[in-house]
């Protein structure tokens, strides 16, 4: 895992939590304290991911078990303000739905290994989600994931993309929040289709797109922003019960950062 340094100063939250964790420190028991810490590190990664403590609670759907693996800095860059021509990148954000094709393990490995980036491949989603609903976050939602390379998003007033290399065509990642399922066992291959994905994925995907305040509209898969047509994910996505589940379960009122 590599060690990111914090964009901005802790918030008065935050520093709250961490004046009564050290208050506890004085009388609790070990066991005790670990659950204060396990707190208190929830808290942060939630304010670091961009999501406002004050109103998680206000999303129906219990928080997923999460855990964090930062990919190599090579697999993610900022967010830049213009494109290489100058002009206003200002898209509003989407969300990309993926899935791994692999195991979540070796995903996390091949974000991690810098020496990848070698063949000019880099890779990266925001987030991915295991078969048991584990969330693991892999670049803060600030940055840019290398999510999809060649690839355009058709918005209501035309295609959206964004050009950020010379050398390399424009793609949705400058705007976009790259979310992939693990892949079941069975769809670890080409073929077309798969088993599926279980309950849990579809119900910590459907709290982390909550959190993002994108619009239904904005919501949209791999397969159909590649510019290539080579992309087949996710495969065997159920989009009406993910958006069921989505629609009947956002909070009223939720804060990310972009």
């Known amino acids: 895992m590599q060690n990111i340094k914090p964009m901005r100063p802790i918030s008065p939250f935050l520093s709250q939590l961490q004046s009564q964790f050290l208050r506890q420190l004085q009388f609790q028991t070990q066991r005790t304290l670990g659950a204060i810490a396990l707190a208190c590190a929830t808290c942060a990664l939630l304010l670091w991911l961009g999501i406002n403590p004050h109103r998680a609670g206000a999303n129906p759907l219990p928080q997923p078990p999460h855990i964090v693996a930062w990919a190599s800095p090579t697999h993610y860059a900022e967010r830049v303000k213009q494109d290489i021509y100058g002009a206003p990148a200002r898209n509003p954000f989407i969300v990309v739905i993926h899935e791994t094709v692999g195991s979540a393990r070796s995903a996390v490995h091949l974000f991690q290994a810098p020496d990848y980036t070698k063949n000019g491949n880099q890779v990266s989603y925001h987030a991915l989600i295991r078969l048991d609903g584990t969330i693991i976050y892999t670049v803060p939602f600030q940055y840019r994931a290398f999510g999809a390379a060649n690839s355009v998003f058709m918005g209501i007033n035309g295609p959206e993309s964004v050009q950020t290399n010379p050398q390399v065509p424009g793609s949705v990642n400058n705007f976009a929040y790259h979310f992939s399922l693990e892949t079941p066992p069975d769809g670890r291959n080409n073929a077309d289709t798969h088993s599926g994905y279980t309950v849990a994925q579809y119900?910590?995907?459907?709290?982390?797109?909550?959190?993002?305040?994108?619009?239904?509209?904005?919501?949209?898969?791999?397969?159909?922003?590649?510019?290539?047509?080579?992309?087949?994910?996710?495969?065997?996505?159920?989009?009406?019960?993910?958006?069921?589940?989505?629609s009947s379960n956002r909070p009223s009122r939720f804060s990310t950062r972009s």
């Open 203 to 246: 119900r910590s995907l459907a709290w982390l797109v909550g959190f993002t305040q994108v619009p239904q509209s904005r919501i949209t898969y791999h397969k159909t922003v590649d510019r290539t047509h080579s992309r087949k994910d996710p495969r065997s996505f159920d989009q009406s019960y993910f958006f069921n589940l989505l």
